[in-house]
């Protein structure tokens, strides 16, 4: 195992690294091998800090570092959730953004690349099959040699992201000959990409093992809560009270009845509400409360995209001391729109609340 690998663990030679070891991960995680750790931290910092960088380098050795990488992905597969494969493999991608783009200009700099953790352009450009695609433009007198590449347009194509902009598009760039002129930054963006598409290959992957699963579960019950609180956004265009969280279903029951709910509760209730794009007038309607009251705490819980702040997790809810974690939900929905989405998913027919008899409406969550 060598210092590139750990500081390249997607490359072709990292992984071929791991197979070659024998190492059994499985045995990693029963023993609570330090790699088992640095795993997880990669994956906590990637769901909460888009960096997989350890806190402090000087914790985990090379092996650590290597190793640590497969586990990571195993943790994520076991998530088993597209937000947190995005997030992961973008995080990958931004920390090895930063550390390729350093080697290779520092080996611009010095001439010869000293440090064996380190990667020149050469053989970053060859790990995905770029080298034969990438031409250096000579440069005109003044500029700094590699300003200027040209890349086939295969390659180019490949990798650019529509989201990027106008100015990504090959009808405003340089094309001639089959090649497309890029500036040397554009490339590592390029590379960027290619690296997030490749750690996101194959994620969640199917396979992992009961047993490991049960030895990951505390790591994936604290992961799953993070991605909870930092990830959710609501897509939902269906409101069926009846398929609401235990919790946010007795939060509404007590509402309409007209309880007082305390700070906590109506936030909670509110916040909810707010993450099913409900306005504020339908909120009302559903909820009985003071229609000022939800007015105001809608002006700052909503924007004009939606909910700009999503309801609090279920593990929030439980500090809270509203959500009781009824049948264990908490393992595989970990958030109230989650748990209501799923719910959705399995019901054979659902009526929006807003298209029902007023008679069937208003009693929906009682």
Same mark, same amino acid.
């Given at each position: 195992?060598?210092?590139?690998?750990?500081?390249?663990?997607?490359?072709?030679?990292?992984?071929?690294?791991?197979?070659?070891?024998?190492?059994?991960?499985?045995?990693?995680?029963?023993?609570?091998?330090?790699?088992?750790?640095?795993?997880?931290?990669?994956?906590?910092?990637?769901?909460?800090?888009?960096?997989?960088?350890?806190?402090?380098?000087?914790?985990?050795?090379?092996?650590?570092?290597?190793?640590?990488?497969?586990?990571?992905?195993?943790?994520?597969?076991?998530?088993?959730? +597209?937000?947190? /494969?995005?997030?992961?493999?973008?995080? &990958?991608?931004?920390?090895? !953004? @930063?550390?390729?783009? *350093?080697? =290779? $200009?520092?080996?611009?700099?010095?001439?010869?690349?000293?440090?064996?953790?380190?990667?020149?352009?050469?053989?970053?450009?060859?790990?995905?099959?770029?080298?034969?695609?990438?031409?250096?433009?000579?440069?005109?007198?003044?500029?700094?040699?590699?300003?200027?590449?040209?890349?086939?347009?295969?390659?180019?194509?490949?990798?650019?992201?529509?989201?990027?902009?106008?100015?990504?598009?090959?009808?405003? +760039?340089?094309? /001639?000959?089959?090649?497309?002129?890029? &500036?040397?930054?554009?490339? !590592? @963006?390029?590379?960027? *990409?290619? =690296? $997030?598409?490749?750690?996101?290959?194959?994620?969640?992957?199917?396979?992992?093992?009961?047993?490991?699963?049960?030895?990951?579960?505390?790591?994936?019950?604290?992961?799953?809560?993070?991605?909870?609180?930092?990830?959710?956004?609501?897509?939902?265009?269906?409101?069926?009270?009846?398929?609401?969280?235990?919790?946010?279903?007795?939060?509404?029951?007590?509402?309409?009845?007209?309880?007082?709910?305390?700070?906590?509760?109506?936030?909670?209730?509110?916040?909810?509400?707010?993450?099913?794009?409900?306005?504020?007038?339908?909120?009302?309607?559903?909820?009985?409360?003071?229609?000022?009251?939800?007015?105001?705490?809608?002006?700052?819980?909503?924007?004009?995209?939606?909910?700009?702040?999503?309801?609090?997790?279920?593990?929030?809810?439980?500090?809270?001391?509203?959500?009781?974690?009824?049948?264990?939900?908490?393992?595989?929905?970990?958030?109230?729109?989650?748990?209501?989405?799923?719910?959705?998913?399995?019901?054979?027919?659902?009526?929006?609340?807003?298209?029902?008899?007023?008679?069937?409406?208003?009693?929906?969550?009682?």
């Amino acid at each position: 195992m060598e210092p590139q690998h750990a500081r390249y663990p997607f490359f072709a030679a990292a992984r071929e690294a791991v197979r070659e070891s024998g190492v059994d991960l499985a045995a990693l995680v029963a023993d609570g091998d330090p790699a088992v750790d640095r795993g997880r931290e990669r994956v906590e910092r990637a769901l909460t800090e888009g960096t997989v960088e350890a806190d402090d380098d000087r914790g985990w050795d090379a092996r650590d570092e290597l190793l640590s990488y497969p586990i990571a992905r195993i943790l994520v597969s076991l998530l088993d959730s +597209r937000a947190a /494969v995005e997030k992961y493999a973008e995080a &990958e991608a931004a920390t090895a !953004y @930063r550390r390729f783009t *350093e080697d =290779v $200009e520092r080996d611009r700099d010095d001439g010869a690349r000293r440090d064996p953790a380190r990667v020149d352009r050469d053989a970053l450009l060859r790990e995905f099959d770029l080298n034969g695609a990438v031409r250096v433009e000579e440069p005109k007198p003044g500029q700094v040699e590699g300003t200027w590449l040209w890349l086939g347009v295969g390659a180019y194509l490949s990798y650019v992201d529509p989201d990027w902009g106008d100015d990504w598009r090959l009808v405003n +760039r340089e094309l /001639v000959a089959g090649e497309v002129r890029t &500036e040397r930054e554009e490339l !590592y @963006r390029l590379l960027r *990409e290619a =690296v $997030e598409d490749r750690v996101g290959d194959g994620l969640p992957f199917e396979g992992v093992g009961e047993e490991l699963a049960d030895e990951l579960e505390a790591e994936i019950s604290d992961l799953r809560d993070l991605l909870a609180d930092r990830s959710v956004t609501a897509d939902l265009d269906v409101v069926a009270p009846e398929h609401f969280p235990p919790c946010v279903a007795k939060l509404l029951g007590r509402a309409q009845a007209g309880d007082d709910l305390d700070p906590h509760e109506r936030f909670s209730l509110l916040a909810f509400l707010a993450g099913l794009n409900l306005d504020a007038e339908e909120a009302v309607a559903l909820s009985g409360l003071d229609p000022e009251l939800v007015a105001d705490r809608f002006a700052y819980l909503r924007d004009d995209s939606g909910a700009q702040y999503p309801p609090p997790s279920c593990r929030t809810l439980g500090e809270y001391g509203i959500c009781e974690n009824e049948h264990n939900h908490r393992s595989v929905a970990p958030h109230p729109l989650e748990y209501y989405s799923r719910s959705l998913g399995e019901a054979d027919e659902v009526v929006d609340w807003r298209d029902r008899d007023e008679s069937d409406a208003g009693g929906a969550a009682a």
